[in-house]
């Protein structure tokens, strides 16, 4: 059998990894600033992470919820205390999509309306409703294609403003991220963030801040939507939340109404991956990793500034956008090919940086020594 060929593959066999190293197969080092798409949040095989999923895999891996599992509680309380928001309540899924997925359908339950305003540039993941959010048509197929979708201008005061004073009781729900990922890590701005807010209450619409690619403390505030000062009804986590291992969720603010069989999933919220997720977030805490997130970005975001040939550097903490003009496209695969350095990409020419959050200031120079070189060459 062969495989569905819908991944375009660097072909490089990464066989080991440790912290923000990986090797290949022929025993070749590379520093990982990728993380595997922004997913790696507390390095590679973290010894207490190997350690809490392997005591958890001997003990028990999956029961279904319909069962006690308290591990899922034990999650939610650290959760609440690392990202400040302890009264809000979770929601576990599998996914970034499928967390967006069931935001996007809980503020419809809860509104009883179907409008959802979705922005320029937004990605919110490859399921129905959480694709038809997305701004990339050619990943909408036509079953998914929905008029209760709005797009509207990124940043875009006024538009925004004009569509909840024309069709503002219709709107159940607005989803943004706090920095686009693959738009190209572009930051929503603090205004437009207070203006969803004030929006959304006056109109009794939902606030969703999709936090899958920004949040878990990448920008060194548990969540980026946090830089403005104002509080979402429901925000969306995947990537970073296991490490790896595949969980997502969604916290909900205290004003949603839960009641039985609302939201559902087979897998979300299984033993094995609260043991991944309990084992992230205590790593998280007791290495102060946003902190480390925010120093060593800050760092490097200042360091980037100071290239000529660099257009414009976007983005907050460890979440960094580089973007070149195109006739330094060759860059990011050069950085690869010759200095054995993953960075991820955002069309048409932007590196993006991604790394764990623990990645640490002598990784930052080394990156920084390897792209004058490729700037130079
Ligand atoms: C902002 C954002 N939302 C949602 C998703 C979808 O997540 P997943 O691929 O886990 O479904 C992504 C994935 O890149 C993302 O960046």
Known sequence: MELFNVYPVTPINIVRAKGSIVWDEQGTEYLDLYGGHAVISIGHTHPHYVESITNQLNNIAFYSNSVLIPIQRRLSTLLGEVSGKNDFSLFLCNSGAEANENALKLASFHTGRKKVIAF???????????????DNPSIVAPVNQTDNVVFLPFNDEEALAEAFASYGNEIAAVIIEGIQGVGGIREASIPFLKLIRSLC?????VFIADSVQCGYGRTGLFFSHDYAGVEADIYSMAKGMG????????????????????????FGGNHLACAAAVAVLEVIKQDNLLANAEAVGNYLIEELKKFDKVL??????????????????????????????????????VIRLLPALNMNKEMADRFLTAFDERLKA
């Open 120 to 134: 320029s540039k937004s990605f919110h993941g490859r399921t129905s409703l959480a694709v038809a959010a997305t």
């Open 201 to 205: 209450d006056q109109y009794g619409s």
């Open 243 to 266: 490490n790896g291992f595949p969980i997502g969720g969604i916290i909900i603010s205290p004003k949603f109404k839960a009641s039985f069989g609302l939201l559902g999933t087979t």
């Open 312 to 349: 414009e550097v976007r983005g907050r903490g460890l979440m960094i956008g580089i973007e070149l003009p195109e006739e330094l496209a060759q860059v990011k695969k050069d950085l690869l090919l010759k200095n054995k350095i993953f960075t991820g990409e955002a069309k048409p020419n």
